[in-house]
């Protein structure tokens, strides 16, 4: 089908209404459960081929996710699409207030391909909950994964309702000159720009998640082989391709030392080489997506070279990085300048807070922070001080997880949020609605005005 067909006939299908009504929502959440539940091993096999990640870390971090949203959706819709009643204040008395929860319309979810099942199904999800129509343009790096779910969704769903557009940048330039009701991207920064240019065309209004450089505050009264444990599962988790890894730490000078050797042991069980036979269900350590991001990484190791810790292993066939500590390193280094989006973990010694709050003050806002210390002056400071999307205290990533916080970046790491009942407002338009009866109305807004009735008004308003 034609890119013009498929959205028109979106459109045509939203306004015929069959989007409002909440059982058919549910049907379709229920049924898009199903087809992912009894097409798992099709979709671990594909996302395997693509770049070696495991079955275990799929299901972790992309399907599990899924049904949970769907589940969340599921349990709460009904409740999400109730008119809510607001005061009303005494200059509209009698009368009652209240918003009523409307789908925007048809809507486009542009995925990135670090979790390519996650971050197109997820926000789809909250957008079919809140009852648009739904276009999702998968990316094309991981192509077999993308042709895995549209060949999936497009059997299984009318085109009209929900449907997936593969394809890369051509693709994406043509769907964005069209109209939308909403456009949801995940992605770079740099093309989250052509989007927002594009949607501002036909004002269309945009959610943006982007990246940026999460910082990692280490203090010294931290549970050291803890924090070590949370912060190389959190970066090393699909080879550091995360958008909500640890880009970089910053300990505290008189830990340094210790805080190395505690990220080494925690690595123990990682590998260094590449593994010659990856089993598909536990083979623990993905690959680099594509020549182009390992040589990228590559070049961000050699020119480092003289500050590697531990690791920096590289194999270019099989696209394998071994995780890859840096130390003394300094915000002027050249893996200081850009995203990491990899497994290699620099790491900055400090001894005045306050210098490097200042630092990264003056840095684009990052999409997650993390802090590890037990002392609350210090978190409140961090948090009071540095903006940035959303983080943890004590652990990274994890807030994601947790469907009761939205999730989104802020300045250049982006804007707007989704994640349960985030996301389904996120897809939703509120209407205000005054309901009056006819019982009275008062004389005095109406004219012919007089110096009585503006002292009385301003008396009724004050
Ligand atoms: P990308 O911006 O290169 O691609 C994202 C999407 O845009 C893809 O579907 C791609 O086909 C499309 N695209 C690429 N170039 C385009 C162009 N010129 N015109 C129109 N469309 C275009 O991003 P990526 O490499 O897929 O993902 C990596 C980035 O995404 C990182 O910066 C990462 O931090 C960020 N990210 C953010 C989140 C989040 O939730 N905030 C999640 C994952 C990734």
Redesign the pocket.
């Known amino acids: 089908m034609k890119i013009a067909d498929v959205i028109n006939a979106q459109h045509e299908f939203f306004r015929f209404n069959h989007t409002k009504d909440t059982d058919f929502r549910i049907r379709q959440l229920e049924k898009l459960k199903q087809l992912i539940s009894d097409n798992e091993t099709t979709l671990y096999q594909a996302i395997f081929n693509d770049f070696g990640k495991s079955e275990f870390e799929t299901y972790l971090a992309e399907l599990s996710p899924i049904y949970h949203e769907i589940d969340l959706a599921l349990k709460n819709i009904q409740k999400w699409s109730k008119r809510q009643r607001v005061r009303t204040d005494l200059a509209n008395f009698p009368a009652k207030s209240y918003l009523v929860p409307e789908p925007l319309g048809s809507v486009l979810v542009?995925?990135?391909?670090?979790?390519p099942y996650h971050?197109s199904l997820i926000p789809a999800i909250s957008a079919l909950a809140a009852g648009n129509t739904v276009i999702i343009?998968?990316?094309?790096?991981p192509s077999r994964t993308s042709s895995a779910m549209a060949k999936l969704i497009n059997e299984s769903f009318s085109a009209d309702y929900l449907h997936i557009i593969e394809?890369?940048?051509e693709e994406?330039?043509e769907l964005?000159k069209y109209r939308f009701d909403k456009i949801f991207?995940?992605?770079?920064?740099?093309?989250?720009k052509?989007?927002y240019q594009a949607a501002a065309e036909h004002l269309t209004p945009v959610t943006l998640?982007?990246?940026?450089k999460s910082p990692t505050f280490v203090f010294a009264d931290c549970d050291l082989p803890m924090t070590a444990k949370r912060i190389v599962w959190a970066k090393f988790l699909n080879a550091g391709q995360?958008?909500?890894a640890p880009d970089y730490i910053l300990v505290e000078k008189s830990i340094k030392d210790a805080f190395l050797q505690a990220v080494q042991h925690a690595l123990q069980h990682y590998p260094q080489t590449p593994e010659t036979e990856i089993d598909p269900l536990t083979g623990r350590y993905v690959q680099i997506i594509n020549q182009h991001h390992f040589q990228r990484l590559n070049s961000l190791i050699e020119t480092a070279q003289d500050k590697v810790h531990f690791g920096g292993n590289r194999d270019t066939d099989s696209r394998f990085i071994s995780p890859t500590i840096l130390q003394d390193i300094t915000f002027n280094d050249e893996i200081m300048q850009e995203?990491i989006?990899g497994p290699i973990l620099p790491v900055i010694a400090f001894n005045d807070l306050d210098e490097v709050i200042q630092t990264i003050k003056q840095k684009p806002r990052p999409?997650s922070c993390y802090i590890y210390s037990k002392n609350q002056k210090l978190i409140d400071k961090i948090l009071n001080e540095i903006s940035f999307?959303g983080g943890c205290v004590n652990d990274s990533l994890m807030h994601l997880t947790n469907g009761n916080l939205p999730?989104?970046?802020v300045g250049m790491?982006?804007f707007g949020c989704y994640h349960g009942k985030a996301g389904f407002d996120t897809f939703t338009h509120y209407k205000s609605i005054l309901h009056k009866p006819f019982l009275s109305e008062p004389s005095l807004k109406h004219p012919p005005y007089s110096k009585w009735k503006l002292n009385l008004l301003k008396w009724f308003l004050k």
């Open positions: 542009i995925g990135a391909w670090n979790y971050l343009k998968p990316s094309e790096l394809g890369g940048v994406t330039t964005l991207f995940t992605g770079s920064t740099a093309v989250g052509i989007v998640e982007l990246g940026g995360t958008c909500v995203e989006f999409l999307g999730f989104g970046g790491s982006g």
